[in-house]
């Protein structure tokens, strides 16, 4: 036993009981949370490959494992504890196992010197960390191949041909869109290019729960934009209509009117997705003041107003508002109504007829039955007011009524006088 260099020693031995302390307490960790660990990872890998087959994103599968570790975690310490093993009780195990008779707890304590340390040492166990480990390994492979192995398409599912109504829709919807010329061909990129990733999508995907929430998103979004930019057209029109025929003479009241007008309808532009090109959305930018308006002439007024009513004619049809959106001229034929009529409006016809007239029931009476009506037939009503009864009734004591037998109820019985005179006739 050499004592030349006591340091090294000492730190040799106490790395060494370290390791053995720290491999110890592995075992004992994963003899706890092993089975917890490989239930979590099935868990997870049922739930990833039943997410895979209903569309959604299998990354959701690790929930059940991230709790399935922190549940192992909790029952493990729970379980193991007083029982981890420290740098001492490694010492004392070395002791024990190679026969050292307490030399390595004495020289902790500061009794003797380290002794050297031997090339080969026991410590006591045999470990077989493949009966602990295996299970999770097989449950981690599990899991490895339900997120990356291909699932087989089934066979009662074919592959769809036909695109989903909403790409069907969003792709009608932009070409309209690209007929108008008043509207930026760069402000549809976006949505044309959103369109063609969805499409590149493999058809056996077309149809599941995300592509289609990404593909109704995305027409919402298009119909919304194109509905703001309409609005937003009409509020621009209204408002050059505010400036009057001719900015130049009008009031300045009328120019500051049409001016507020016109930067709300500005600020409507901005929050859509579709922008208007560089000259129209210029020219109304120079516009949203009343300096700006006065400074128009007629034809540079004429041309923005036939631009601005052809945009807004074209976008309110694409949005669904209707044929007629944004022309404020009356219609010649009265409204058929539903959903595609305008808001035009029909003219008011001058006639000497009103048309809340109807025929009265005699006269409809009349018309059907002419000269044919036989004794019996209903040829006419007619509504008069009731004749007032002011004769009380015949009351007894208590205020009772009295309803009188023969012939004293033709002069006594509460009867209309119509009907009281008729009656006396009767009798008489």
């Not at 009241?253 to 929050?271: C, F, I, K, P, T």
């Amino acid at each position: 036993m050499s004592t030349a260099n006591p340091t090294v020693m000492e730190k040799s031995w106490t790395a060494r009981a370290a390791r053995l302390s720290w491999r110890l307490n592995t075992l004992l960790f994963l003899d706890a949370a092993a089975p917890i660990l490989a239930g979590g990872l099935v868990g997870s890998a049922l739930t990833a490959i039943l997410a895979r087959t209903l569309g959604f994103d299998p990354l959701w599968a690790l929930l059940p494992a991230l709790i399935a570790l922190v549940a192992a975690s909790v029952v493990a310490v729970r379980r193991n504890k007083g029982r981890w093993w420290n740098s001492s009780d490694a010492l004392t195990r070395l002791e024990i196992a190679n026969g050292m008779e307490s030399r390595l707890s004495a020289a902790a304590a500061g009794v003797t010197q380290w002794p050297t340390e031997k090339r080969e040492l026991l410590d006591g166990y045999r470990t077989r960390f493949y009966r602990l480990t295996g299970p999770i390994a097989a449950a981690a492979t599990l899991w490895i191949a339900a997120m990356i192995v291909p699932l087989p398409a089934s066979k009662d599912q074919p592959t769809p041909t036909a695109e989903p109504l909403a790409w069907q829709q969003t792709e009608a919807l932009l070409e309209n869109l690209e007929e108008i010329e008043e509207i930026d061909p760069e402000s549809l990129t976006a949505f044309e290019q959103a369109l063609e990733q969805l499409r590149s999508r493999p058809p056996e995907e077309w149809y599941s729960h995300s592509s289609l929430e990404a593909g109704e998103s995305l027409l919402a979004n298009l119909q919304d934009s194109t509905r703001r930019m309409a609005e937003s057209l009409a509020g621009a029109d209204s408002a050059l209509g505010s400036a009057g025929e001719n900015p130049s003479q009008s009031s300045e009241a009328s120019l500051e009117q049409a001016a507020s007008e016109m930067r709300d309808a500005l600020r409507g532009m901005d929050a859509s997705q579709l922008q208007l090109g560089a000259e129209l959305s210029a020219a109304l930018q120079n516009i949203g003041t009343p300096s700006g308006l006065r400074q128009l002439s007629l034809e540079q007024l004429q041309k923005i107003q036939i631009k601005i009513l052809k945009a807004s004619e074209g976008t309110g049809k694409c949005a669904g508002l209707g044929e007629g959106f944004g022309d404020k001229a009356p219609g010649d034929e009265p409204g058929k109504g539903g959903i595609s009529r305008g808001p035009g409006t029909a003219p008011l016809s001058i006639t000497d007829r009103n048309p809340l007239e109807t025929p009265g029931i005699e006269g409809a009476l009349q018309s059907s039955l002419g000269n044919e009506a036989g004794i019996g037939d209903v040829v006419g009503t007619r509504m008069t007011a009731p004749e007032e009864n002011t004769e009380p009734f015949a009351t007894r004591a208590g205020g009772t009524a009295v309803i009188e037998a023969g012939a004293e109820a033709v002069n006594r019985q509460a009867v209309t006088p119509a009907e009281r005179a008729v009656l006396q006739r009767y009798f008489q």
